[in-house]
T-cell receptor
Framework: GNSVTQMEGPVTLSEEAFLTINCTYT??????LFWYVQYPGEGLQLLLK?????DKGSNKGFEATYRKETTSFHLEKGSVQVSDSAVYFC???????????FGAGTTVTVRA | NAGVTQTPKFRILKIGQSMTLQCTQD?????MYWYRQDPGMGLKLIYY???????DKGEVPNGYNVSRSTTEDFPLRLELAAPSQTSVYFC??????????????FGPGTRLTVL
């Protein structure tokens, strides 16, 4: 079956530091890949997505590239802010399905 | 647009009690989902629906029931609450296309504690 493995947290960074959260997946065929973010006290919201190999998703300074050869979708941001403190979830949906499989989530705390 | 709304935000139940978690969306989405989120774990799918009158089980359906009488509403019912159902519950919806690239839109969650 499908599965998503994320880098374990928590991750604590200083403002303007570089952030990377690793995500690898197991799926049949060509899944779509997503990063969702959950800010404190809120529900999840889509941060970015990529729907085919070598696609790069980007939003709010975050980027992730769909690497089929390494089955990875690592999230990066060059300079984090305190407002980026949140839980980040990597997720996938199989090409023949619309249901999501989520990773365990990575808690990121950015200190001023 | 309100998006996906959930009520209540918080609830404490005693073992054996029942309750219904409400979920409503105003985006005319056919697809709706219920997830639970346990500490340190990803979201697990409880039930989902592809349209009014159609529901199906997800990964962890035991102890829950759902119904979908309208496009907008997708309530989740706990009949005999157990401590193992202590969790945060999220409702989500996605567009009628039902394809793998769809974005899911989440409600703010209901934090349930069973004592």
């Amino acid at each position: 079956g499908n599965s998503v493995t994320q880098m374990e947290g928590p991750v604590t960074l200083s403002e303007e530091a570089f952030l990377t959260i690793n995500c690898t997946y197991t799926a049949t065929g060509y899944p779509s890949l997503f990063w969702y973010v959950q800010y404190p006290g809120e529900g999840l919201q889509l941060l970015l997505k990529a729907t085919k190999a070598d696609d790069k998703g980007s939003n709010k300074g975050f980027e992730a590239t769909y690497r089929k050869e390494t089955t990875s979708f690592h999230l990066e941001k060059g300079s984090v802010q305190v407002s980026d403190s949140a839980v980040y979830f990597c997720a996938l949906s199989d090409q023949n399905d619309y249901k999501l499989s989520f990773g365990a989530g990575t808690t990121v705390t950015v200190r001023a | 647009n309100a998006g996906v709304t959930q009520t209540p935000k918080f609830r404490i139940l005693k073992i054996g009690q029942s309750m219904t978690l409400q979920c409503t969306q105003d985006m005319n989405h056919n697809y709706m989902y219920w997830y639970r989120q346990d500490p340190g774990m990803g979201l697990k799918l409880i039930y989902y629906s592809v349209g009014a009158g159609i529901t199906d089980k997800g990964e962890v359906p035991n102890g829950y029931n759902v119904s979908r009488s309208t496009t907008e509403d997708f309530p989740l019912r706990l009949e005999l609450a157990a401590p193992s159902q202590t969790s945060v519950y999220f409702c989500a919806s996605s567009s009628a296309s039902g394809i793998s690239t769809d974005t899911q839109y989440f409600g703010p969650g209901t934090r349930l504690t069973v004592l």
